[in-house]
């Protein structure tokens, strides 16, 4: 059973930029995918974007493509979410969650990251406000 501890939330002004990290440990495969989803207040949680580990592929929901980016650096173990052009409406709980993921399914695309989230960070606070 793998770790995952997400960093680089805080408080940010509308229009700003913050980069949040997602550092996996204990993984024993690449065969899984980590997301990132949100969480507003009184609002349902929200899956934002995924990266399969073994091929690279990503996919992102139409409302932040443009906006935030997911990326990762192999050598660290570590997933990324750029975001980009922070608006109020953005602020939220961020988390990351890491699921058994089988390349032959498919491109993250393809699949639209459906897969079942089973690791879980503990959430990292995202605030827009001026």
């Known amino acids: 059973q793998g770790q995952l501890v997400e960093s680089g939330g805080g408080l940010v002004q509308p229009g700003g930029s913050l980069r949040l990290s997602c550092a996996a440990s204990g993984f024993t495969s690449d065969n899984y995918a980590i997301a990132w989803f949100r969480q507003a207040p009184g609002k349902e949680r929200e899956g934002i974007s995924c990266l399969s580990i073994s091929d690279g592929s990503t996919y992102s929901i139409d409302s932040v493509k443009g906006r935030f980016t997911i990326s990762r650096d192999n050598a660290k173990n570590t997933v990324y979410l750029q975001l980009e052009s922070l608006q109020p409406e953005d602020t939220a709980v961020y988390s990351c969650?890491?699921?058994?993921?089988?390349?032959?399914?498919?491109?993250?695309?393809?699949?639209?990251?459906?897969?079942?989230?089973?690791?879980w960070g503990q959430g990292t606070q995202v605030t827009v406000s001026s």
């Open positions: 969650a890491a699921g058994f993921y089988d390349a032959d399914w498919g491109t993250a695309s393809s699949i639209q990251c459906k897969v079942s989230y089973t690791v």
